[in-house]
């Protein structure tokens, strides 16, 4: 056993591209234990690739990855055993039935629970007799889902988990995932572009833009975020600079959007050059970490 | 007029999508059903059948190719009832493509090699893209022709007549199957449509049960049989039936042979080996191709804790080789065994034919071995390539039997020096699992 304090995982200045198309550079990332992370990026920013790279599926060209204390690329049977991977795709061991694909991967898990796995499946409302092929990808991926936590993992990382649920199934889905973390420690990271379910899961947020971790913090940093569009000749917008901010978008010659903490709104105003001026837009988390997506 | 009328509609789709091309085949068939109004004779007697024959099964190939799409499309689409129409289709394209043709051949005085011309012709066109039926048939021909039996003349008699008939016949009751598959295709690739689902009812999964997978893995490390069930290689799938006939046959022919002549043939029992180190091997093209497409499925069990890492897994894949497919082998020694106590083989021919057997089966296993030994799955893979080619050729000039002993040695060597680069190259290297395919960028 590793010491409480030794994180679920630590991503420590990794690089990494695929031919010359680099996808993630000098990225750090650390998610402790306990912790419930959203991962939020653009389309293409590489959080797939950031997933893989923390599981030691794909090694990195350069920097360390750390899963429960142990390299990713050589982790031991036991720090395994305690981890629960959802992939993007859903579509996985198409050619079983549910409950043949659970039984069969149980047999890799010394912890897999099957009582646990029928009980969910009855809670998700998964047929477990229907071959994996002919369900529905929303009916996939809550199996997806099962097939994780059926192992009770101590990490659960989730790529995109939510993408082909309903409403009800997202809902359902994110109250198993706190029913779970309630019942014992676990930690979770969670790629998804759906900020309203990482507000209801999530303790914190993550932002990945440029290849690396542009913004992580609690998820309330996040919802006190304002968005201030300021104008003014392009020299004097050039010249400007407010140091508190955590992203400054270019929105043509004359425009800046700048993301900062809502209560250093009034700083900013006050210290604005006179031909600047500033219009602060809603306190509204999609539109803000949508800025760095844009 | 309704009657049939789906059916017809059916039957316009499936042979009159290319005009042009079914007018040319009519035009062709009519020649041939003309010309057996001419005086009998040598020329009419072999024409007429031929042309009849062929146009055909040209056509039956041309329904049974389009037929498949509709039901893939039909099990896709849900589209209610279309089984039902299509199997009764399937029927009147025997009918008009087999039955009439034969009864109007036999009317005219054609005899036996009518009925088995058109019997064949229907079981072979209905079966062209669905089986290696044609591959068999024409082995079987060769087979036959090298141990002195006239199969055209036997299929001329009464008794040929029949047999060529009711295999066919059977052939032809397995085509109406196809449909069902087909549309049962369609509604897993689809996964769409309750009411197609509630039509094929009970889809079938085409993989082994689980119980078979996990049979024979030792408490906690999983078997090769599991590792490759698990990817979609649909592991021992029919092959135990197909090697169990195959040695029936093989045996059958061996033993008229050696009664008929005295003597076992020898280019014979190296085709035997032959085409058994390629059914042995065949497995591999399979596990590649099951191996190329399950990223995400190597991914989460590459993290079990269960999984065997470093040589565990070396160790696992070449385990493959000879858990794959025992029945061959044993298919093979049993008629090397036989061959040799009777005295019909010696043990020179006996030897090159398990160096044939072998070689074969191990270079194709070096094929699935060149593609875990790379760093990445590339859209081109040239070495992969470059290894087909040189494997290719060396298991082509292995064809002609009667090689000479040293051609026969050189040719397994171009087989074996290969697949063992490739094995050291696996054994070297840390192997591609879970497979990365440079197509795959996910971000």
């Not at chain 1, 009770?152 to 990382?157: H, K």
């Not at chain 1, 833009?209 to 609690?218: K, T």
């Not at chain 1, 001026?277 to 539109?287: C, F, I, K, V």
Request: glycine content about 8%; overall charge positive; charged content about 15%.
């Amino acid at each position: 056993m590793q010491p409480k304090d030794v994180p679920a995982f630590r991503l420590s200045d990794i690089q990494l591209a695929y031919e010359k198309l680099s996808v993630l550079e000098g990225l750090n990332f650390t998610l402790d234990r306990g912790e419930i992370v959203g991962l939020i990026g653009a389309n293409g920013a590489g959080k797939s690739t950031l997933i893989r790279v923390l599981l030691g599926l794909i090694a990195p060209q350069a920097g360390t990855a750390e899963l429960l204390g142990e390299p990713a690329a050589a982790l031991s049977a036991a720090a395994r055993g305690r981890i629960g991977y959802v992939p993007q795709s859903p579509k996985l061991f198409a050619w079983m039935d549910g409950a043949s694909m659970l039984r069969y991967f149980g047999a890799f898990y010394p912890t897999f629970d099957g009582a646990h796995a029928d009980a969910l499946a009855e809670r998700l409302k998964v047929s477990l007799k229907t071959p994996i092929q002919v369900l529905s990808p929303g009916q996939q991926q809550r199996l997806s889902i099962i097939r994780a936590l059926s192992t009770r993992p101590e990490i659960l990382v989730l790529d995109e988990p939510m993408a082909a649920l309903d409403p009800a199934g997202r809902l359902e889905v994110i109250e198993q995932l706190v029913a779970e973390h309630r019942q014992r420690p676990m930690s979770i990271l969670i790629s998804s572009h759906i900020t309203q379910d990482l507000q209801r899961l999530c303790s914190q947020l993550a932002i990945l833009h440029g290849g690396r971790i542009a913004m992580q913090a609690p998820l309330a940093k996040f919802q006190a975020l304002a968005r201030v569009m300021v104008t003014g000749p392009e020299q004097s917008l050039a010249a400007y600079a407010f140091e508190r901010a955590h992203y400054v978008r270019a929105d043509g010659a004359m425009h800046r959007c700048y993301i900062i903490d809502a209560h250093d709104l009034a700083d900013m105003l006050g210290a604005l050059p006179a031909d600047l001026h500033a219009t602060p837009a809603s306190h509204d988390l999609e539109a803000a970490v949508s800025e760095w997506m844009r | 007029m309704d009657a049939l009328r789906i059916e017809r509609v059916m039957l316009r789709v499936l042979l009159f999508a290319q005009p042009g091309r079914a007018a040319f085949l009519a035009i062709i068939a009519v020649i041939g059903l003309a010309t057996a109004w001419l005086e009998p004779s040598e020329f009419r007697d072999l024409l007429s059948p031929a042309l009849v024959g062929i146009t055909m099964a040209a056509f039956l190939v041309m329904g049974a190719v389009r037929l498949d799409a509709c039901c893939h499309s039909a099990g896709a689409l849900g589209i209610p009832l279309h089984l039902e129409y299509a199997r009764r289709t399937q029927l009147i394209l025997l009918l008009l493509f087999v039955a009439l043709p034969a009864i109007y051949l036999l009317a005219m005085g054609f005899g036996w090699m009518a009925l088995s011309a058109t019997f064949a012709a229907g079981v072979v066109g209905v079966h062209l893209f669905r089986s290696p039926l044609l591959i068999w048939l024409i082995l079987s021909l060769w087979i036959a022709s090298k141990m002195g039996l006239d199969a055209p003349a036997f299929a001329a008699s009464a008794a040929g007549a029949t047999i060529v008939a009711v295999l066919s016949v059977a052939g032809m009751a397995a085509w109406l199957r196809a449909p069902l598959r087909s549309q049962q295709q369609g509604v897993m690739d689809s996964a769409a449509l309750a009411d197609a689902r509630r039509e094929v009812d009970a889809v079938p999964t085409i993989a082994p049960s689980v119980d078979q997978l996990l049979a024979g893995a030792v408490t906690d490390r999983p078997s090769p049989r599991m590792l490759w069930g698990a990817l979609g290689h649909v592991s021992g799938f029919n092959r135990r039936w197909a090697a169990l006939v195959a040695l029936l046959a093989v045996a059958a022919f061996f033993a008229v042979h050696a009664y008929r002549h005295g003597r076992a043939d020898s280019a014979y029992f190296l085709a035997c080996s032959v085409v058994a180190g390629l059914m042995a091997g065949w497995p591999f093209f399979m596990l590649q191709g099951a191996w190329a497409i399950t990223a995400n499925e190597q991914s989460l069990l590459v993290l079990s804790p269960r999984w065997p890492v470093g040589r565990e897994l070396k160790w696992l894949v070449i385990r493959t080789f000879w858990s794959q497919s025992p029945t061959w082998l044993i298919a093979w020694v049993a008629l090397a065994v036989t061959g040799l106590l009777a005295g019909w083989i010696p043990w020179s021919v006996a030897g090159r034919g398990a160096a044939g057997f072998l070689s074969i089966a191990f270079a194709l296993f070096g094929f699935l071995l060149v593609f875990l030994a790379r760093r990445r799955l590339k859209k081109q893979n040239r070495l992969a390539m470059l290894y087909l080619i040189v494997t290719g050729i060396a298991g082509l000039l292995l064809i002609p039997f009667e090689r000479s002993a040293g051609a026969w040695k050189v040719l397994c060597l171009m087989l074996l020096i290969p697949a063992a680069l490739a094995l050291l190259a696996f054994c070297l290297r840390r192997p591609q699992f879970p497979v990365r395919p440079d197509a795959d960028l996910v971000l």
